[in-house]
């Protein structure tokens, strides 16, 4: 059962970023900065309309734990990214994260425990029924791919290397193993904390989204064009809508 666990996630959690990666290197360098505004619509999805109304289910209706959580994680974000602004500012004198600031840190981490919950989720549905396990890990691998484009835009917006940029993404993915091994030993005493673990990596979204993205948004509009901004903000919303409406009814 355990290897199956792993299996699954090493399929839910880096199948993703290897389709992402593909999908984005391939297309035109203009066009990357564009999909900035699909990250920020996929981000505030997936964070809004999927992570919180599971972390609010999970914890039984505590919103006011919910909420609280959500508040400090953003505070824990924004002085996460000031950390890394600073250190990079000390460490280097190249601008090319000069955009981003230390967002790409911020991605990766929240990204990283959102993934560890993924396994998490993946190795509770396997103890429940293997076939639901494996449809869980499909489930995944479907809702991460929105997200992982993103991320993978907005790293390589932020000057890191296609080299850099899928072997952090891979390394993000992998926390999906950790989380399933992690919750095939641990469930029982990990089911109080889901809910809190799963706010942090909603906080992180909404944090990158509305801190990093949609002021860049604002400052790359005479590139970019209102209508092209808009129109893939919205495609972003809605590839996360359409894709969690369909594992809901799969359910």
Not at 102 to 108: E, F, K, R, T, Y
Not at 144 to 172: C, H, I, R, Y
């Amino acid at each position: 059962m355990l290897l199956w666990i792993i299996a699954a996630c090493a399929v839910g959690g880096v199948a993703s970023v290897i389709i992402a990666s593909v999908l984005v290197f391939r297309c035109k360098a203009h066009w990357v900065g564009r999909l900035i505004a699909f990250a920020a619509g996929t981000m505030l999805a997936s964070a809004l309309l999927d992570i919180l109304p599971e972390a609010i289910a999970a914890s039984k209706g505590n919103y006011q734990g919910v909420t609280i959580t959500l508040f400090v994680g953003v505070l824990a974000f924004y002085f996460l990214e000031r950390a890394a602004i600073w250190r990079h500012a000390h460490t280097s004198h190249s601008s090319s994260e000069g955009d981003l600031g230390g967002a790409p840190w911020v991605i990766l981490l929240g990204d990283g425990v959102h993934n560890f919950v993924d396994g998490v989720l993946i190795a509770a549905a396997f103890l429940v029924d293997p076939w639901v396990g494996v449809t869980t890990a499909f489930a995944v691998a479907a809702h991460e791919l929105p997200q992982e484009l993103g991320d993978t835009v907005l790293l390589l917006s932020a000057g890191w290397s296609k080299k850099k940029v899928v072997f952090a993404n891979a390394m993000s993915g992998l926390a999906c193993v950790v989380g399933g091994i992690v919750g095939y030993f641990a469930l029982a005493g990990l089911q109080s904390a889901l809910p809190y673990v799963l706010t942090i990596a909603a906080a992180s979204f909404i944090y990158i989204a509305m801190v990093d993205l949609l002021p860049l948004l604002h400052r790359r509009h005479r590139i970019d064009g209102f209508l092209a901004q808009s129109g893939l903000l919205a495609a972003g919303v809605v590839c996360v809508a359409v894709i969690g409406e369909l594992l809901h009814h799969h359910h």
